[in-house]
């Protein structure tokens, strides 16, 4: 982009991986029955839903979805220092 920001479709990459990075940091991808990770910025709003379906033991999946929306949060905010 012309004022050297990152372009929306680089924010929406960035957050997406992080957030998956995130979640395959904490299980081996055949414990995951399911995940989506959704990620939209628009107007400069960044929004991320992650839904995550895998057993619960050291983890929560719920914990590991709000941690996973928050890498990619983080990853983001890294992008535009």
């Given amino acids: 982009m012309a004022d050297g920001a990152p ?3 680089t924010v929406v990459e960035t957050a997406s991986d992080a957030a998956e990075g995130l979640i395959f940091s904490r299980y081996r991808t055949s414990d995951v029955r ?3 990770v959704t990620v939209s910025f628009e107007e400069g709003v960044l929004e991320v839903d992650v839904y995550l379906d895998a057993p619960d033991g050291e983890h929560t999946a719920e914990a590991v ?10 990853a983001v905010d890294e992008l535009f220092e």
């Fill in 65 to 74: 979805a709000d941690e996973a929306a928050l890498a990619a949060r983080r």
């Fill in 34 to 36: 399911d995940v989506d």
């Fill in 7 to 9: 372009s929306p479709e």
